[in-house]
Nanobody
Framework: QVQLVESGGGLVQAGGSLRLSCAAS????????MGWFRQAPGKERAFVAS??????????ADSVKGRFTISRDNAMNTVTVYLQMNSLKPEDTAVYYC?????????????????WGQGTQVTVSS
Protein backbone atom coordinates (compact mmCIF):
# COMPACT_ATOMS: atom_id res chain seq x y z
CA GLN A 1 0.00 0.00 0.00
CA VAL A 2 1.50 3.29 -1.11
CA GLN A 3 1.65 5.88 1.63
CA LEU A 4 3.00 9.39 1.84
CA VAL A 5 2.79 10.63 5.40
CA GLU A 6 3.63 14.21 6.29
CA SER A 7 4.57 15.39 9.76
CA GLY A 8 6.11 18.40 11.48
CA GLY A 9 3.42 20.99 10.97
CA GLY A 10 2.18 23.21 13.75
CA LEU A 11 1.73 26.74 15.04
CA VAL A 12 4.71 29.09 14.96
CA GLN A 13 5.24 32.81 15.29
CA ALA A 14 6.33 34.91 12.33
CA GLY A 15 10.08 34.67 11.88
CA GLY A 16 10.18 31.17 13.30
CA SER A 17 11.09 27.85 11.72
CA LEU A 18 9.53 24.46 11.10
CA ARG A 19 10.81 21.29 9.48
CA LEU A 20 8.32 19.16 7.60
CA SER A 21 8.96 15.50 6.86
CA CYS A 22 7.32 13.18 4.36
CA ALA A 23 7.80 9.42 4.59
CA ALA A 24 7.00 7.66 1.31
CA SER A 25 6.58 3.89 1.37
CA UNK A 26 4.72 1.01 -0.25
CA UNK A 27 6.76 1.03 -3.44
CA UNK A 28 10.16 2.26 -4.41
CA UNK A 29 10.31 6.06 -4.59
CA UNK A 30 14.08 6.17 -4.88
CA UNK A 31 13.80 7.08 -8.59
CA UNK A 32 10.87 9.47 -8.13
CA UNK A 33 11.13 13.23 -8.18
CA MET A 34 9.29 14.61 -5.16
CA GLY A 35 7.56 17.87 -4.40
CA TRP A 36 5.94 19.96 -1.72
CA PHE A 37 2.75 21.91 -2.41
CA ARG A 38 0.51 24.00 -0.18
CA GLN A 39 -3.09 25.08 -0.14
CA ALA A 40 -4.40 28.03 1.80
CA PRO A 41 -8.12 28.45 2.55
CA GLY A 42 -10.00 29.56 -0.53
CA LYS A 43 -6.97 29.19 -2.78
CA GLU A 44 -5.76 26.60 -5.24
CA ARG A 45 -2.99 24.17 -4.44
CA ALA A 46 0.33 25.87 -5.17
CA PHE A 47 3.85 24.63 -5.84
CA VAL A 48 6.38 25.19 -3.06
CA ALA A 49 9.47 23.15 -3.88
CA SER A 50 10.63 20.04 -5.70
CA UNK A 51 13.67 17.81 -5.78
CA UNK A 52 14.98 15.37 -8.35
CA UNK A 53 15.24 11.69 -7.53
CA UNK A 54 19.00 11.95 -6.97
CA UNK A 55 18.72 15.13 -4.94
CA UNK A 56 21.04 16.94 -7.31
CA UNK A 57 18.41 19.43 -8.53
CA UNK A 58 16.00 21.52 -6.52
CA UNK A 59 13.43 24.11 -7.50
CA UNK A 60 11.49 26.66 -5.46
CA ALA A 61 8.56 28.98 -5.84
CA ASP A 62 9.70 32.59 -5.86
CA SER A 63 7.73 33.25 -2.68
CA VAL A 64 9.84 30.80 -0.65
CA LYS A 65 13.21 31.06 -2.37
CA GLY A 66 15.97 31.77 0.15
CA ARG A 67 13.77 30.79 3.11
CA PHE A 68 12.83 27.14 2.43
CA THR A 69 15.11 24.19 1.67
CA ILE A 70 14.01 20.84 0.28
CA SER A 71 16.10 17.70 0.77
CA ARG A 72 15.67 13.94 0.70
CA ASP A 73 17.00 10.71 2.16
CA ASN A 74 16.81 7.77 -0.25
CA ALA A 75 16.78 4.87 2.17
CA MET A 76 16.08 1.37 0.82
CA ASN A 77 12.44 0.93 1.89
CA THR A 78 11.29 4.43 2.76
CA VAL A 79 12.20 7.66 1.04
CA THR A 80 11.96 10.69 3.31
CA VAL A 81 11.62 14.20 1.94
CA TYR A 82 12.17 17.24 4.13
CA LEU A 83 11.15 20.87 3.88
CA GLN A 84 13.08 23.18 6.17
CA MET A 85 11.12 26.40 6.51
CA ASN A 86 12.82 29.45 8.00
CA SER A 87 11.77 33.08 8.42
CA LEU A 88 8.15 32.03 8.26
CA LYS A 89 5.52 34.61 7.39
CA PRO A 90 1.76 34.64 8.05
CA GLU A 91 1.21 34.18 4.30
CA ASP A 92 2.94 30.79 4.58
CA THR A 93 -0.08 29.53 6.51
CA ALA A 94 -1.54 26.58 4.61
CA VAL A 95 -1.92 22.84 4.51
CA TYR A 96 1.33 21.43 3.14
CA TYR A 97 1.28 18.34 0.94
CA CYS A 98 4.03 16.01 -0.14
CA UNK A 99 3.76 14.37 -3.57
CA UNK A 100 5.61 11.92 -5.81
CA UNK A 101 5.94 12.77 -9.50
CA UNK A 102 5.30 10.40 -12.38
CA UNK A 103 7.60 12.42 -14.64
CA UNK A 104 11.17 13.59 -14.37
CA UNK A 105 12.23 17.21 -14.22
CA UNK A 106 10.99 18.04 -10.70
CA UNK A 107 8.02 19.76 -12.30
CA UNK A 108 6.00 22.43 -10.45
CA UNK A 109 2.71 21.20 -12.00
CA UNK A 110 0.40 19.38 -9.56
CA UNK A 111 -1.00 17.33 -12.45
CA UNK A 112 2.41 15.70 -12.92
CA UNK A 113 2.24 14.13 -9.46
CA UNK A 114 0.24 10.96 -8.91
CA UNK A 115 0.80 10.12 -5.24
CA TRP A 116 -0.15 12.59 -2.51
CA GLY A 117 -0.08 12.67 1.25
CA GLN A 118 -2.92 13.80 3.48
CA GLY A 119 -1.26 17.08 4.35
CA THR A 120 -0.02 18.79 7.49
CA GLN A 121 -1.24 22.15 8.76
CA VAL A 122 1.22 25.01 9.13
CA THR A 123 -0.05 28.13 10.86
CA VAL A 124 2.13 31.22 11.21
CA SER A 125 0.89 33.87 13.62
CA SER A 126 1.79 37.54 13.27
Amino acid sequence: QVQLVESGGGLVQAGGSLRLSCAASGRSFRRSDMGWFRQAPGKERAFVASISWSGSSTYYADSVKGRFTISRDNAMNTVTVYLQMNSLKPEDTAVYYCAAARTYGATPRPDDYDYWGQGTQVTVSS
